[in-house]
């Protein structure tokens, strides 16, 4: 008997000790990794504005088993943040689509619920535990239901059915008594009934461009995973659509000031002011974004998303992969702004770079070659009339005069260096102006003056901007002969200018890190960009593990073509970059110059 004793004893205590160092493993490994973000979950529960009735309160938490289910149901949703998987409710796009639980019957589910349940702690309040359990799941438990309805809508040039809807988001999450935004959202739904959970998600760039307006664009891209994907569309608080920070920074009535000024300071200036008088100008960072797109995510009752993305798009998706990782399917970043790259300051020897490029294209190509035989030269004496101040316009409609600013025309030179199709122009353009005519500059940087207030929302712009970049670019993000450039520090110290006059949120060193992440990743960039060039792409995808680069040859900034589709289309059906051939994509026909 004693003999048995002991060795009940012995395997107790043996028992005992595996099941506390098994506890130590698990803390060590499952726990303790995501114990800052689940306590960033619990702290801030509460701010949605989500008070439940009496009723849903003394069923909840009205006794001790009130309290344990309550915990447990939010330890459930804690599982569901950081457990892999498709997330709870059914499909709200596709009603005939059955209902998924996270990890149903899965035992590291249960294993995580009811360590979790634990780990919450008891100290927390009923209160604190109804407003997390409220907000983990997204419906206010009776109170101001947090639902997303889509009606049927048309939009422009878009030839397949569309649905329309708005969803309610606090501006400042830490203050529920605040102002409410309506973020603007489009369904695409997938043309067949054979609709898959994971919906492709245009991320709009600039910043301050809106993805709603580009529809028509992204029906045609993927049409053919349009088939049995849905395309959702959501303009970014501050878009469009979505509480837009509209600013008028050209005058009609004074043209000349946007011959000098990119961002003219005066009009910014009011435009801060009247936006100031309605919005929270902080509240409208790319953080902030993201969870106004995974509540958009789980409100439609969508799996884990497609992103596409481009320009500074990939900015919205790299914040979005690193606070929402389990939300993420697959990622394409194409013409990608690393998120520790601070811009504009590479901006002047990127566009340098791609003017010597169409220098040596033109001296390449016979017809341009033969037409402007002394470019560079021809160049020179432009930049140096323009130095002296010697470029003088008739304004348009006007008997009055302007002298064009050398860095304002080398900033527009700069934005006709994205891409190849726009680049070919600038040869004509500088002999043009050599000899004396100035005015198809003059036009072209007033079109484009006037067309940016509409196709950007500008508060958005220098709100991230300012916030994010500007106050991180120093001299040596210039480059040591900035002087020898034609851009010089022009675009910088404009947008130094500008975000003087704007409001800033608060950026850590936390958020200017690296993404490093496991989502496959498919990365694009044109060698002809002159916007974000392919150290940009090199650089960002170091912390991608599972990714694939792919270089497209005389193409520009996001610039999209067949090849490039294929292989998307095999990326996203497969949800893996394994296989996807980089080196087969044959170069795209560069435009011919314009000559004339």
């Known amino acids: 008997m004693r003999l048995i004793h002991k060795v009940v004893t012995a395997s107790v205590l043996a028992f005992g000790l595996c099941l506390l160092v098994g506890l130590w493993i698990y803390d060590a490994k499952m726990i303790q990794p995501h114990r800052m973000d689940m306590e960033e979950i619990l702290n801030t529960a509460n701010v949605n504005d989500r008070t439940p009735p009496a009723s849903v309160r003394a069923r909840l938490a009205g006794d001790n088993p009130g309290m344990l289910r309550l915990r447990f149901r939010v330890a459930q949703q804690l599982v569901g943040q950081f457990i892999p998987g498709p997330q709870p409710g059914a499909h709200a796009l596709h009603p005939g689509a059955p209902a998924q639980q996270p990890g149903a019957g899965d035992w590291r589910t249960t ?60 501006e400042n999450p830490q203050r529920p008594e605040g102002r409410h935004l309506s973020i603007s959202v489009v369904v695409l739904p997938a043309t067949s009934k054979r609709a898959q959970p994971d919906p492709i998600v245009v991320l709009a760039g600039g910043p301050g461009e809106d993805a709603i307006s580009a529809a028509a664009d992204s029906a045609q891209q993927f049409a053919s995973l349009h088939e049995d994907h849905d395309i959702l569309l959501v303009d970014q608080r501050g878009a469009a659509h979505s509480a837009p920070l509209h600013c008028d920074l050209f005058s009609p009535e004074d043209p000349a000031i946007s011959l000098r000024d990119l961002f003219p300071v005066a009009a910014i200036k009011r435009c801060a002011q009247q936006l100031g008088q309605q919005a929270d100008l902080t509240q409208y960072s790319y953080s902030h974004f993201a969870n106004d797109l995974e509540q958009v995510r789980r409100a439609l009752g969508y799996g884990p998303l497609n992103l596409s993305a481009g320009s500074y798009g990939t900015r919205a998706a790299q914040v979005f992969i690193r606070t929402h990782p389990d939300s993420v399917r697959t990622a394409y970043l194409g013409s990608v702004v690393p998120i520790d790259v601070a811009i504009p300051g590479p901006f002047t020897t990127t566009s340098q770079a791609a003017l010597e490029k169409m220098f040596d294209a033109c001296l390449a190509d016979r017809d341009c070659q033969a ?3 002394n470019l560079r030269a021809e160049f020179a004496s432009v930049v140096a009339r323009l130095d002296a101040g010697k470029a003088q316009v008739l304004l348009p409609g006007s008997t009055l005069t302007a002298v064009l600013d050398r860095g304002r025309v080398a900033e527009w030179f700069r934005s006709r260096l994205y891409r190849p199709h726009t680049a070919v122009n600038l040869p004509w353009l500088i002999h043009q102006a050599y000899g004396g005519d100035w005015g198809a ?28 970049d ?16 034609f851009l010089r520090d022009y675009r910088l110290r404009q947008q130094q200018a500008a975000c003087a006059a704007w409001p800033k949120f608060p950026v850590t ?31 960002a995808a170091q912390g991608f593990t599972n990714h694939i680069e792919l270089i497209q040859q005389n193409q520009g900034h996001t610039e999209w073509n067949e090849c490039v589709s294929k292989k998307y289309d095999e990326f996203v059906r497969s949800g893996s970059v394994a296989g996807i051939r980089t080196d ?12 004339n």
């Open 509 to 539: 060193a936390g958020d200017r890190m690296p993404i490093h992440s496991p989502v496959p990743t498919m990365f694009v960039s044109g060698d002809s960009d002159g916007g974000t060039p392919l150290s940009f792409m090199e650089h």
């Open 111 to 170: 294993l995580h619920t009811a360590l979790w349940g634990t780990l919450i702690g008891f100290h927390r309040s009923a209160d604190d535990l109804i407003g997390m359990y409220c907000t983990l799941t997204l419906h206010g438990c009776g109170g101001t239901t947090q639902t997303l309805e889509l009606s049927p809508c048309n939009l422009t040039a878009v030839y397949t059915p569309a649905r329309c809807g708005t969803f309610d988001v606090l």
């Open 441 to 468: 500059i003059r036009d072209g940087i007033l079109a484009n003056a006037q067309a940016a207030d509409s196709a950007l929302s500008f508060g958005l712009l220098f709100t991230i901007t300012c916030s994010t």
């Open 470 to 485: 500007v106050p991180f670019v120093n001299d040596q993000d210039l480059g040591a002969n900035v002087q020898a450039t």
């Open 371 to 373: 037409a402007f035989p």
């Open 584 to 595: 087969d994509c044959k170069p795209e026909r560069r435009p011919p110059f314009k000559t």
